[in-house]
């Protein structure tokens, strides 16, 4: 059973910063990729980040590029998001998930791609 916990979530002020984590466990985490995705109210599910097995590549979605950075610590079994100069629209519920193939090559940013997902936590930027 896969279990993924995201955690760091709340109420930041436009230009701040905020983390999020996400805690693995159930598979062997250094094996696949793993990203974040996010949905805010009334719009689809989103990509935001995605970081390779090893953690030597990342992507991320135009609208967060410059601004959030994606880690992995494959010891701790955890992926972060850095946030940083958030803006309103980065208001939304944010989910990690694990990617379905185990050593990818490339990166998956299509949520189909993944197979299992967090709850989610709520980040929510006030202006």
């Known amino acids: 059973q896969v279990t993924l916990v995201e955690s760091g979530g709340g109420l930041v002020q436009v230009g701040g910063s905020l983390s999020l984590s996400c805690a693995a466990s159930g598979r062997t985490f250094d094996r696949y990729g793993m990203g974040w995705f996010r949905q805010a109210p009334g719009k689809d599910r989103e990509f935001v980040a995605a970081?390779?097995?090893?953690?030597?590549?990342?992507y991320y979605t135009d609208p967060v590029k410059g601004r959030f950075t994606i880690s992995r610590d494959n010891a701790k079994n955890m992926v972060y998001l850095q946030m940083n100069s958030v803006k309103p629209e980065d208001t939304a519920v944010y989910y990690c998930?694990?990617?379905?193939?185990?050593?990818?090559?490339?990166?998956?940013?299509?949520?189909?791609?993944?197979?299992?997902w967090g709850r989610g936590t709520q980040v929510t930027v006030s202006s």
């Open positions: 998930a694990t990617d379905r193939v185990a050593f990818r090559v490339g990166l998956a940013t299509r949520g189909s791609e993944y197979d299992y």
């Open positions: 970081i390779n097995w090893s953690g030597g590549s990342s």
